[in-house]
């Protein structure tokens, strides 16, 4: 039976939404693989809206779920229908989208909340011992997801790394290339764009961590 992942965005646009290129190089990496994916979102308003030609806020308004179909070309599903049974592993891209819509971490750092559907989503996958794979600043989450001693990267920035250890997790440095991963947990994560400065880098540590995901199922 081909296996299936669940993959959770947070938007379009790595400044308030999902980082496209991360995104799209997890769904890559596991067509190529021949692994059945699903895309999921949040119903719900973004935190705020970027011009990401500027870098500057906009009055706009924009909703999280409208926003990552366009990355996934309209095959999404809001969170609340994801069954954790369906899927056989779960993958999360960065983006601030992560720090801002699916948490509040951007705002609030280790004093965080995730809400309550991404947060039960996720700690589905953790309780069945199903892999997850964080990307990017998504790791932010795996302490939530997990509870203290969970093992993961954000790559070597320090005042992340120290936000996710007062949260109760144990940060290991890692390079843009690689992957850590926390046997106990099944949990893989990666730097990406923490720390890449071209998409070929962050292309290659995310095709270890779906490549592992997958072997972990």
């Known amino acids: 039976m081909a296996k299936k992942v669940a993959v959770i965005l947070s938007g379009c646009g790595f400044l308030d939404g999902a980082e496209i290129h991360e995104s799209i190089l997890t769904l890559l990496n596991l067509d190529l ?10 119903d719900i308003e973004q935190t705020d809206v970027i011009n990401h030609l ?16 366009r990355i996934a070309r309209g095959n999404i599903k809001d969170i609340s229908q994801l069954a954790t049974s369906e899927f056989d592993a779960l993958i999360l891209p960065g983006g601030y989208g992560v720090a801002k819509n699916l948490s509040n971490f951007a705002a609030k750092g280790a004093a965080m909340d995730v809400p309550e559907s991404v947060l039960r989503a996720c700690q589905s996958f953790a309780t069945n011992s199903k892999p997850i794979g964080l990307i990017c600043i998504a790791p932010a989450l795996a302490s939530k997801i ?8 954000i790559g070597n920035d320090e005042q992340t790394a120290a936000a996710l250890e007062e949260m109760g ?3 290991q440095s890692c390079a843009v290339s690689d992957i ?17 400065n071209r998409i070929s880098e962050a292309a290659e540590g995310i095709t270890k961590l779906v490549k592992q995901v997958i072997a972990l199922i």
Do not use: W
């Open 33 to 42: 693989l021949n692994v059945n994916y699903q895309c999921f979102a949040v």
């Open 146 to 153: 997990y509870g203290d001693s969970v093992i993961c990267t």
């Open 180 to 196: 850590v991963v926390d046997e106990k947990h099944r949990l893989v994560t990666t730097p990406a764009y923490m720390l890449a």
């Open 169 to 171: 997790a144990q940060h």
């Open 54 to 69: 500027t870098g500057e806020a906009t009055p706009e308004k924009r909703n999280v779920l409208v926003e990552s179909a």
